[in-house]
């Protein structure tokens, strides 16, 4: 047909390239758009299959098998996977819509979205997860930059603490406000919690509390952020006292 498109492969007498090759080529035609509408009929030399003879059509066929095989005993499995996928595209597409609602028309949502997924893979968290925090974030009044660096920072004290969504949030801005660091620097906080967290026997959540009931005080006196995280744990170690009882004594 004139509107069919032929791509010739060599085929090797090595399988394993023939393969490589065939598969090359087609995730080349996939990344263009322009052509996914178009027939793409895939076609072997016949001077060049005689050299492999029927091993690259065996292998093929092992493939094939292999793959019904695998759909045959994982029919449950492939059903609640489907369902899984499902349910995550309507929980993001939700989380999409509440994003719009809270944040300014001028917003690029899909690049928001791709920070969601980075963060989410790179941190360990759910995509829904990081979604709500940027929603919880988008609130405040951030731009686009800002509420990706916040949420990342959350999702980074979720990590290392026990914190719920809502106090790291809460820490985070708490902290921010008190020693005036910005969005994108926001990170610097839960390294610093980190790294004391890593060294002495104190724990990230205590060190979130003492920020968050004692940050503002401190500041006023001329104190750190780095200052008051070293009394806190200073205190902490000699009193086996809480975080949030230690920033309140550090305030008052």
Known sequence: MANDTKILITAD????????ALNKAIKNIEKNPSLKKIKITIEIDKQESDKVGNSFGQALKSVYKQTQTFIKNNKALLKQGMQDIIKTILE????????????????????????????????????????????????????????????????????????????????????????????????LIADRLNAVDNKFTVTSQDLASSLTQAGTAAN?????????????????????????????????
């Open 13 to 20: 007498i090595n399988i394993s390239p023939s393969i490589t």
């Open 92 to 187: 993001v597409d939700t989380q999409i819509t509440q994003l719009k609602r809270v944040m300014n028309e001028g917003t690029d949502f899909e690049s928001m979205l791709r920070g969601s997924i980075q963060t989410a893979n790179e941190l360990g968290h759910s995509i829904g997860a990081v979604n709500g925090l940027l929603i919880d974030i988008g609130r405040m009044g951030y731009d686009e930059k800002q509420t990706l660096a916040l949420a990342k920072t959350a999702a980074l004290f979720q990590n290392i603490s026990e914190l719920t969504p809502d106090q790291a949030i809460q820490t985070m801005t708490a902290a921010m406000s008190a020693f005036n660091i910005e969005a994108e620097d926001s990170i």
């Open 220 to 252: 006023n006196y001329g104190i750190s952020m780095e200052k008051l995280i070293g009394d806190t744990t200073a205190i902490s170690i000699a009193t086996r006292e809480s975080g949030e009882v230690i920033g309140k004594l550090v305030a008052a």
